[in-house]
């Protein structure tokens, strides 16, 4: 399919797919050794859209099998098309003599069959197709088994029909969301790729590829957002794909700068259960998330740390000293960052994390990396 995994890098950069260098290597081999690639991870993290990305690297088709509960072989494989066979009785029927045999094997042969993804991905005869069995997780363990011939001998038994060989292997992607654990068999047959969000890097690069955005604070925001989201125990933390539609909307409102006041408007987009519609509407809980994708945004900017000085005196601040430290901590900034100031009794104790000194942290809070005090996040 690919004669080196530079041609299926340069691939998939084409189809605006970004992969890191281990998972490309990873996808080289499946290919190579033609061996399917099974991809579980959380929902809209690229698990489908990789095998499309692949196919548009080998400049070949993708067949598609939407698992669900209850789906049948007959779905998979495909079936006798008794209306066709009927249709043949009836017009050629001065011709067929009395040949019984002959005429049964006839309309049991492919010429009869209507063909399900799993057939027509075996019988591409120029070049091997892509092969999605998308959602597996969906059936029962006994469709999966039905699976382990064609993964492994490359070929289908269909009963009167036959068994069928391959023609071209194709390159197999089952995914799965793990809502049911696959068998041992199926995995064993498998190389095995795990798909998690991706880190604020990659999710920059994965928002440029695919959205009309191109200015990196913007993209690095949206990214940081995403980040800061998902490290907040949400019920259904926002996917990728839930990223791209916020770009989008970015996009269509004209908005250069992710501010609290636009939680209303984009809370449809980021919030998609009523529990976390609740606590995103609290009105603390915005306001942090935009702080901390400030301070990712900076971070890939190289800006350095903004954080917490002129926040004002008083412990009413104290939340926000604390959110904007604790988003420090996380970035996991080195440094001689310091918090200094007027200590009060409700002073904020730094833990010696990542190159903090440990300190108190009064309501002046605090100073960035290079000594200077540092305007408000
Ligand atoms: N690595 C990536 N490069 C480019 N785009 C990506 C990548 N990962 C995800 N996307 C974008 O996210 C969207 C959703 O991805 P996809 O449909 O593959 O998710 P999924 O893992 O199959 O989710 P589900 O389990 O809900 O089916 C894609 O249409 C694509 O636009
Ligand atoms: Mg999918």
């Known amino acids: ?51 499309y990305a692949v196919a548009a690297a080998a400049d070949t088709t993708v067949e598609r ?24 009785l009836e017009t ?14 006839r309309l049991h042969s492919l010429d009869f069959f209507a063909e ?13 197709c892509v092969l999605l069995i998308d959602e597996l997780d969906k059936v029962d363990h006994a469709f999966e088994a039905l699976l382990l011939e064609i993964l492994s001998a490359w070929q289908i038994t269909v009963p009167k029909l036959g068994t069928i060989k391959g023609e071209k292997i194709p390159f197999v992607v089952l995914s799965s969301n793990e809502e049911r654990r696959l ?34 604070p913007l993209l690095g925001q949206m990214a940081g957002l995403a980040h ?18 916020l770009a989008q909307a970015l996009q269509i409102l004209g908005v250069k700068e992710i501010m ?37 945004r900076d971070k890939l900017n190289g800006r350095g740390v903004q954080c917490i000085s002129s926040l004002g005196r008083g412990a009413n601040k104290r939340p926000r000293i604390l959110r904007a430290m604790r988003g420090i901590l996380r970035l996991g900034i080195r440094g001689p960052c310091r918090a200094r100031g007027r200590s009060h009794p409700g002073g904020i104790r730094l833990e010696p994390l990542c190159g903090f000194q440990e300190g108190r942290c009064g309501s002046h809070a605090a100073y960035a990396c290079d000594g200077k005090p540092v305007r408000s996040a």
């Open 92 to 105: 050629q029927k001065d011709f067929l003599g009395q040949d019984w045999e002959g005429i049964r094997n």
């Open 260 to 296: 609290p006041e636009l939680r209303d408007v984009l809370l449809p987009l980021l919030a998609k259960t009523e529990g976390d519609r609740g606590r995103l509407l609290l009105r603390e809980g915005f306001e942090g998330l935009i702080v901390d994708s400030k301070l990712y």
């Open 183 to 216: 068998g041992d068999p199926l995995r064993r047959r498998c190389l095995y790729l795990r798909f998690e969000y991706p880190a604020v890097e990659r999710e920059v690069e994965i928002l440029a590829a695919r959205s009309a955005h191109q200015e990196g």
């Open 228 to 245: 800061a989201l998902r490290g907040w125990n949400m019920e259904k933390p926002p996917s990728i794909a839930e990223m791209l539609d």
């Open 116 to 128: 399900g993804p799993l057939l027509r991905a075996l019988r591409h005869k120029l070049k091997p």
């Open 65 to 88: 099998l939407q698992c669900y509960e209850g789906i049948t072989e007959e779905k998979a494989i495909g079936k006798f098309d008794e209306s066709l066979q009927r249709l043949f």
């Open 1 to 51: 399919m690919f004669r080196s995994a530079g041609e299926l890098a340069e691939g998939l950069r084409d189809a605006r797919y970004v992969i890191d260098p281990v998972t490309l290597e990873v996808v080289y081999l499946a290919a190579k050794m033609q061996k399917p690639l099974l991809v579980e991870g959380p929902p809209g993290c690229g698990k489908t859209e990789l095998a």
